[in-house]
DNA sequence: TGTACATCAGTGAACGCGCGTTCACTGATGTAC
DNA sequence: TGTACATCAGTGAACGCGCGTTCACTGATGTAC
């Protein structure tokens, strides 16, 4: 029988561990205050005082650097969403959902557009499905639809699941946050009466005819 | 009095003309086969036998290429919504446009995201929502959701006026497209199905209470 | 019609920059006897 | 406890690349007399 090796951990992979974080720390930093434009190996060798080439012993490039924070945003992600209260009615807590979605996105922008603007290392739908709550945004977004359907508040149509619907929210809220850090970033409109008024309307197309 | 300058045009400007023209065909065409990010005044000269000097004859620099090919797509866009069917009933008109939206965004990823993941040229709430159906995408959605208005199929209700209708529907398809050449760029799942789902549910939250 | 000149379109080479990555190296830390 | 050695974290300099833009220039085209 083997020890798990969890808990043997040596001081230094300790002080590896605590290099890793300070390097995804310096990069995620460098994203947020100056867009992924600005991310290279040599901003973030400079901001905690390594040569670039000190770096290669952590990462095994850029890719990979990119790669976590972007697992990193995930989650930060998940922290928004899953901050939301559960308590709600499932229409408001739906919408409450898609309002911290682009919360998110309108806080951290150069993050979001990071983790959105190119290819995600591919998933498949059944992996998708399976995710539930515990870990991914999306895992969140299904539970709820999940749980409307299951009260009799939300309805299932042809060729429109649960899977689909709940795709079809993640769009609604993607849409929505992206336009307005993308194209309509700086636009003189009223975006959280906007936002309201679509996630309400997306809201009432789920509904069961009464 | 002075004469209209449209007309006379000389032979050095038809020359002119015909270069620019040149210079953003190649542009576009680099975007189109390589994506944005290929995109060099280096790659354009050569593609034309131009050296690069030479493209500053024609315009300012990288960003007024850019600029000039960004409202090309805009164009190209209005086309494939212009090019829907409007002789049919509201709720499929309104459907079709959100899928000639998204056909746009998966024939042309590049383009498409090189116009919409950079701020865009900025215009007030009022200028958008002055331009009607001739000229662009955002104005043949208001369009049609106007008509939806005036024909008592769709409705209008507290804080989701006209305007705010059309940037939610926008957003919907927007998300829908963005999704699919971005974050799910290559996935194993049925689009088609999902894409059609999303924009039913999307209607069905327009219609008036029966 | 011929000639002198001005305008024009376009070039070649360079400037100065930043990028990801590699590699031979060094000095410090840890280890074995 | 002291010494010899191996491992390790990190460096400095360079490689090779591509970028947008500038500038002095040239050869062709057009114009005026």
Chains 1, 2 share one sequence.
Not at 32 to 55: C, H, T
Not at 155 to 178: I, K, N, P
Request: glycine share 10%.
């Amino acid at each position: 029988m083997e020890f798990t090796s969890v808990e043997n951990i040596s001081p230094k992979e300790r002080r590896q561990a605590r290099t890793r974080e300070a390097i995804l720390e310096a990069a995620r930093e460098i994203v947020s205050e100056a867009g992924a434009g600005a991310l290279s190996m040599r901003a973030i060798a400079q901001r905690i005082d390594y040569s670039p080439a000190g770096l290669y012993e952590y990462f095994d490039g850029k890719d990979e650097i990119i790669g976590a924070i972007c697992a990193e945003g995930g989650q930060q992600l998940f922290a928004y969403m899953n901050a939301v209260d559960k308590g709600q009615p499932i229409a408001d807590y739906l919408q409450a959902l898609g309002h911290a979605y682009i919360r998110f996105a309108t806080e951290q922008p150069d993050y979001f557009l990071l983790m959105f603007t190119s290819p995600a290392p591919l998933q498949s739908a059944e992996e998708m499905a399976v995710q539930s709550g515990e870990g991914s945004a999306f895992g969140i977004l299904l539970d709820a639809i999940r749980r409307g359907v299951a009260e009799g508040v939300f309805q299932q149509r042809a060729g429109f699941d649960v899977l689909t619907m709940t795709y079809a929210a993640w769009a609604m809220v993607h849409g929505l946050a992206m336009l307005r850090v993308t194209h309509l970033q700086g636009y003189p409109m009223d975006f959280e009466t906007g936002d309201l008024g679509a996630l309400a309307n997306f809201g009432r197309g789920l509904m069961a005819a009464h």
